[in-house]
């Protein structure tokens, strides 16, 4: 199965971190791409912040002025769903919660053409699930992307029970030609990474709640003796607490209760402070 053509048009829907950062992969591989997100301002906002990331490899010589331009050309944001109508693929980047996405993917199969594939950024929510309101839900993917999108090369190419396999090996070639490194992956919760860095992020807390050190110590350790790039305060500031809580219920949940995937209190002390990593100023760490 052929990748998607260069021609086809992209619609990615919340211009949040993983948004911003998928629609500037596509774009940057040629596709014209529309962002939409329901918050006024968010979706200029993102493409504000896009022209930064451009500039700044314009700068260290990693990417051609004329390339730059070209990528912003093929930018645009709508202001409604109705924008989407003409894509080819759909890219959901938008809150971790099964309700708001399934009414979104409901919304989207009556407005986008028959053949217009929907996939969800989702990092935990089952696709099987995503899919089963849908008249046609062999359409509904997981294309899970990794933060920041347009440097993490992984992207898993999730199935549902009711996905089509024709169009997993289609998101997967397109994938590639995006760039990156796409695997298959089944509809389990958190798939395969989000499930493997389920304890990663788990015993760190329960480190930390029982007072064994502070975070920055945690996170120097596992940097320079785990040999992780990231330690997991530093990571989950980064990835946003909302969307990692989000993230740990909805796998804590799927595993009916399984104690290993217990959320711990500390993360949602966070969120109801509004402590939610770097995109709010503070987390663990402050960033002001
Ligand atoms: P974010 O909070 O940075 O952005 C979400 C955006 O979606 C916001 O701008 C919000 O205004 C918009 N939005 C919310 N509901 C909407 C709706 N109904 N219609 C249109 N726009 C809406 O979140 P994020 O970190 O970009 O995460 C988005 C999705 O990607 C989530 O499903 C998350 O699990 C997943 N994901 C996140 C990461 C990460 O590291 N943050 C990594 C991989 C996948």
């Given amino acids: 199965m052929d990748a998607l053509t260069i021609d086809t048009r992209i619609g990615v829907?919340?211009?949040?971190?993983?948004g911003a950062g998928i629609?500037?992969?596509?774009?940057q591989a040629g596709h014209p791409v529309y962002l939409y997100d329901n918050r006024p301002g968010a979706a200029a906002a993102a493409i504000d912040g896009i022209v930064r990331?451009?500039?700044?490899?314009?700068?260290?010589?990693k990417l051609d002025a004329a390339q730059r331009d070209a990528t912003l050309a093929r930018l645009q944001t709508v202001e409604?769903?109705?924008?989407?109508?003409?894509?080819g693929l759909?890219?959901?980047?938008?809150?971790?919660n099964l309700a708001v996405k399934r009414e979104l993917f409901q919304r989207l199969e009556d407005l986008?053409?028959?053949?217009?594939?929907?996939?969800?950024?989702?990092?935990?929510?089952?696709?099987?699930?995503?899919?089963?309101?849908?008249?046609?839900?062999e359409r509904m993917l997981g294309m899970h992307f990794f933060n920041p999108a347009p440097l993490m090369a992984l992207v898993e190419i999730v199935s549902g029970l009711a996905s089509a396999p024709a169009l997993a090996a289609r998101l997967y070639e397109t994938a590639k030609r995006w760039g990156k490194q796409p695997v298959h992956a089944r509809s389990t919760p958190g798939f395969i990474v989000n499930r493997v860095a389920r304890p990663f992020y788990a015993?760190?807390?329960?480190?930390?709640?029982?007072?064994?050190?502070?975070?920055?110590?945690?996170?120097?350790l596992m940097r320079e003796a785990g040999g992780f790039r990231m330690g997991a305060f530093e990571l989950t500031d980064l990835i946003g607490h909302d969307v990692n809580y989000a993230v740990t219920r909805s796998v804590f949940d799927a595993y009916y209760g399984d104690f290993r995937f217990q959320p711990s209190l500390?993360?949602?002390?966070?969120?109801?402070?509004?402590?939610?990593g770097r995109k709010s100023g503070r987390g663990f760490y402050d960033y002001a």
């Fill in 13 to 18: 829907i919340g211009a949040g971190a993983m």
């Fill in 23 to 27: 629609a500037q992969v596509a774009a």
């Fill in 53 to 61: 990331q451009l500039g700044t490899l314009v700068e260290k010589g």
């Fill in 80 to 87: 409604s769903l109705e924008g989407l109508a003409r894509s």
């Fill in 90 to 96: 759909i890219v959901e980047a938008i809150v971790e």
């Fill in 112 to 137: 986008c053409g028959e053949d217009c594939i929907l996939a969800s950024n989702t990092s935990s929510i089952s696709i099987t699930s995503l899919a089963a309101p849908l008249k046609r839900p």
């Fill in 203 to 220: 015993e760190s807390l329960r480190l930390l709640q029982e007072g064994a050190a502070d975070c920055a110590t945690l996170d120097a």
């Fill in 266 to 276: 500390i993360q949602k002390e966070l969120v109801d402070a509004g402590r939610l």
